[in-house]
């Protein structure tokens, strides 16, 4: 699990599920991303490569926010060959809203991961099982980018209501899909 930009592993609905992936068997990571105020892609790719080590059929990766920017970054880099079993993205983007960024004056850090293309064909030769959750009222992200989500990516699109930018401790929404995805593996 990869948390997003100013988080930790500590942080929002990551202990949750990890607890609730545990209870039902599950190995669950979720690293303290390097630098979490200043995310930059240079760093926090390499060192997910580092924290996955070898991927394959039983690795799934769960991200939230930038943390889904990272996950594709770091699927778009895998040798071809690699398959894993899928991903859930919890409030994930392509584009976000520039004004809550200005404000919290994260304009210049926001740049290179918006500017630098994803090549999600290539991410889409590592798995083809993709679910991606959005909020209809999340201040960072346009729900505009579930329909980039589904048309680039395959993804199964989940949208709530009311979840803003998914911050609070629990949402049984993000393991239910976690589960199903697991579940229904071809």
Not at 24 to 33: C, S
Not at 110 to 131: C, G, M, N, S, Y
């Amino acid at each position: 699990m990869v948390h997003g930009w100013g988080g930790s592993p500590e942080g929002g609905w990551f202990p949750w599920l990890k607890k609730e992936l545990e209870q039902r068997k599950f190995k669950a990571i979720v690293p303290k991303m390097p630098d979490t105020e200043n995310p930059k892609i240079e760093e926090w790719v390499p060192f997910l490569k580092n924290v996955v080590g070898d991927a394959d059929e039983n690795t799934y990766f769960v991200g939230g926010s930038i943390g889904c920017q990272t996950i594709l970054r770091y699927l778009e880099r895998l040798p071809e060959k690699i398959r894993i079993g899928g991903i859930i993205f919890v409030a994930p983007w392509f584009n976000m809203f520039p004004e809550p960024i200005e404000e919290e004056g994260g304009t210049e850090i926001a740049k290179p991961w918006l500017e630098t293309p994803i090549d999600t064909k290539k991410v889409l030769t590592h798995t083809d099982r993709i679910a991606a959750i959005f909020s209809d009222d999340d201040p960072f992200v346009p729900l505009t980018d579930a329909k980039i989500f589904k048309e680039k990516l395959k993804a199964k699109i989940i949208i709530e209501h009311g979840k803003g930018h998914f911050d609070d401790k629990k949402y049984p929404i993000i393991l239910k899909a976690v589960l199903g995805l697991i579940k229904t593996k071809k």
